[in-house]
């Protein structure tokens, strides 16, 4: 029997964009979605934008708009960039919908007479250029206890210690830069000490954190001896949010409405497919939930799951404020809160004056592969709150190394050489037995959500296909026709095992999944695809699965990520000196094409071994070209105009289209096209070539 759970991440604050340290947490949660979805279990995945508060009331004001208008424009662009990197919901909604007010309000009237509420008069910071009261997320400053600069009014990333915004040193309001008046107001607070047990016993409740998790929200703030403070819950207007119904000119604290929004999406979205509520997120009243022990589903029972994802800046609200939420409501209380850890860039906090503070938008228009950013996500994240960095380099070289140079290379190396697989599969050692084996412990590194373990196993069995194919030397094979049937079984073997490791990393992958699918004939959609070899099926056109990562994109990025300037003004074009060449006549640019056409183009550097003429031919050049893995080609190439001496060329690094079809010409078979430059006369020809360094069979990119 499969498992039912529903799985959401935090909610991105409306009025700020995506970006990456956001994509580690949507990527985080996207993984575990897909896998759970491969090996069966059926998912409802939500996700919904925050858009309470003064934040969004002073952004629509600033730009002249209603709020309604503000959250669907920027809802929108945080659908589309999530999109762009995989993460797509069954339900992307908002905090600000009717299903949400009705949930806030049950859970208001049920605290009320339960006598959870109290009332008193509160100091708070008010913004005097602003005209509003300022939340805690809207006042930085330095922290009291450890005197870190530029802390929220809330919780210090440093320490993290808790605290009440009046407490900071050196406040300024971050909407406007004002320092903030102290002005008094009634606020209503919940009685958070009073429902201590219930908290304590979710905290408690086996696999409901990570032990970890656990261990440091008790000794943070469920310490013996000390009562918990009491959840200020309102703010007086002006304030965009749901009107307290029975205390008019007062308006629901965000924090309380917001984890809301988890419960709001879910009922909207089980309303809009006709199913039933219950058998996604019951009430407490409801088989299997006890409010004592609330209960966690385990895999092939029919209670629902439910999984949150989250940054661990954000522990306090989802492990003390959100059951205790939730159980005044009467709902049954999260399976499980995943907690991940801060990123860091380059060994440092995210920094916008460095150019590393770096949006999921701004990452795509560097022109950088999103599917890259995934994988060196999943990489890292281990399924505890341990920080980890963002190294640009040891992103390159991982990507570059894994991705490009283990798992792509089996299929680059093999898929052109036969048209097919092999009818049985072939004796390979008991290499595919072994990676079928190994899916095992690969599945249970991504429920526990170690997905840098899972990673680790994959690369092991990435290494040893590698080993196979560098013994066997499918190139090598190619040029002897009597092993004609020697190669086709390496092939199968080869691209077997890049279709196993593809559905192993599928859910960090998914569209690499999809391209090897498509180039066996194959479709991979289930985790025990893993299992059996694929045989007989035709072998598809082999496209370009990745590139490598192009360290000129990441200073791109970096680039397009600073603080933009005024322009300088433009300096006086210089005159061009007298002995200037000049320059080439202007030829018609070819019709515009499509990036997907180019990126069928298979360029790579070749090294030549040999170049002699050919008898008869007035412009053709016999060139023998070394491209490495790929083995030798011989090309025709009509540069004999630009080289009468070809002998000269030995040696020479040149770039090559390697995946050009062969062309039976009078002289002999022709592998490819040697790139060249050519003027107006026939012996203005220049052959292409990379710079020193660079290696035969290597992509031009």
């Known amino acids: 029997m499969s498992t039912r759970a529903l799985i959401t991440s935090a909610l991105p604050y409306i009025t700020g964009d995506i970006h990456i340290g956001h994509l580690v947490e949507h990527v985080q949660t996207n993984v575990y979605v897909r896998f759970r979805r491969m090996i069966g279990d059926e998912i409802a995945y939500l996700c919904a934008d925050d858009v309470h508060g003064t934040g969004t009331m002073i952004t629509a004001r600033k730009q002249g708009v209603s709020e309604a208008d ?12 999530l999109a762009a990197f995989d993460v797509v919901f069954d339900r992307y909604g908002s905090t600000d919908v009717a299903a949400n007010r009705e949930v806030v309000y049950g859970i208001w009237r049920n605290l009320r007479a339960a006598g959870h509420v109290a009332e008193r008069e509160v100091t708070q910071l008010f913004d005097p250029e602003a005209g509003c009261f300022l939340a805690d997320r809207f006042v930085k400053g330095t922290c009291p206890v450890c005197g870190a600069t530029d802390q929220y009014g809330d919780s210090c990333d440093r320490c993290s210690a808790t605290y009440a915004p009046t407490d900071l040193k050196d406040a300024r309001s971050t909407l406007t830069g004002a320092i903030p008046e102290l002005r008094t107001a009634k606020h209503y607070f919940v009685k958070l000490e009073e429902l201590r047990p219930v908290i304590e016993a979710w905290v408690d409740g086996q696999g409901h954190l990570h032990p970890d998790t656990a261990r440091w929200v008790r000794n943070t703030f469920l310490v013996a001896g000390q009562p918990l403070r009491e959840w200020d819950v309102s703010r007086p207007a002006p304030y965009f949010g749901f009107e307290i119904p029975d205390a008019p000119g007062n308006y629901f604290y965000v924090w309380l409405d917001a984890p809301c929004g988890y419960l709001a999406t879910a009922i909207d979205w089980c309303a809009a497919n006709g199913s039933d509520l219950a058998t996604w997120w019951p009430r407490q009243d409801q088989p299997g939930s006890t409010q004592a022990q609330p209960e966690t589903a385990q895999p092939g029972t029919a209670q629902p799951e439910i ?127 072994a990676g079928a084996q190994a899916g095992a412990d690969i599945a249970r590194d991504y429920a526990a ?3 840098a373990s899972a990673i680790r196993r994959i690369m092991a069995l990435a290494d040893r296909a590698n080993e196979y194919v560098e013994r066997a030397a499918p190139w090598a094979l190619k040029k002897d026709p009597a092993r004609a049937a020697e190669l086709a079984q390496v092939c199968t073997v080869a691209l077997n095992l890049f279709r196993q490791l593809a559905v ?50 990441l200073a791109k990025m970096i680039e397009l990520s600073l603080p933009k300037e005024a322009p300088a003004p433009a300096a006086p074009a210089a005159a061009a000196p007298a002995s200037t060449p000049a320059a080439a006549p202007a030829e018609p640019v070819a019709a515009t094409i499509a990036y997907d056409d180019f990126a069928k183009i298979d360029l790579r550097v070749a090294r030549i071994v040999t170049a002699e003429e050919v008898p008869k031919a007035k412009k053709i050049l016999k060139l023998t070209c070394d491209l490495g893995s790929l083995g030798q080609r011989t090309i025709f190439a009509g540069i004999k105009a630009g080289y009468p001496e070809p002998a000269k060329l030995a040696n020479r690094l040149i770039v090559v289209c390697a995946n050009l079809a062969p062309r039976q010409m009078s002289f002999g078979l022709s592998e490819g096209m040697a790139l060249a430059a050519g003027g107006t006369q026939p012996q203005e020809l220049f052959l292409l070539a990379p710079d020193a ?8 990119m």
């Open 307 to 433: 999984h949150h994802f989250i940054g661990k800046d954000i522990v306090y609200f989802h492990t003390l404020f959100w059951p205790a939420t939730l159980h005044a409501g009467g709902w049954r209380l999260p399976s499980r809160v995943h907690v991940h850890g801060f990123l860091t860039v380059n060994g440092e906090k995210m920094s916008k004056s460095k150019g590393t503070f770096v949006n999921a938008r701004t990452y795509l228009d560097a022109g950088l592969d999103p599917a890259h950013l995934r994988y060196f996500l999943a990489s890292k994240l281990n399924g505890t709150a341990d920080d980890f960095d963002l190294s640009l380099a040891e992103f390159e070289a991982k990507v570059n190394s894994d991705v490009v140079g283990k798992v792509v290379n089996l299929a680059s190396r093999t898929a052109r050489f036969v048209p097919t697989l092999v009818a049985a599969y072939p004796d390979d050692g008991g290499l595919f037995a």
């Open 693 to 700: 360094g660079a290696q035969p069979g290597q992509r031009v």
């Open 70 to 81: 503000l959250i669907a424009r920027l809802g929108k662009a945080h659908v589309e960039d």
């Open 449 to 451: 959500t170690d997905f």
């Open 504 to 553: 192993y990393l599928a859910p960090v992958l998914p569209r690499l999944a999809d391209q090897a699918g498509q180039l066996l004939g194959a479709p991979i959609t289930r985790w025990d695809d893993a299992q059996r070899p694929v045989t007989g099926n035709p072998i598809g056109p082999f496209g370009r699965l990745t590139d490598r990562v192009d360290p000129a994109k």
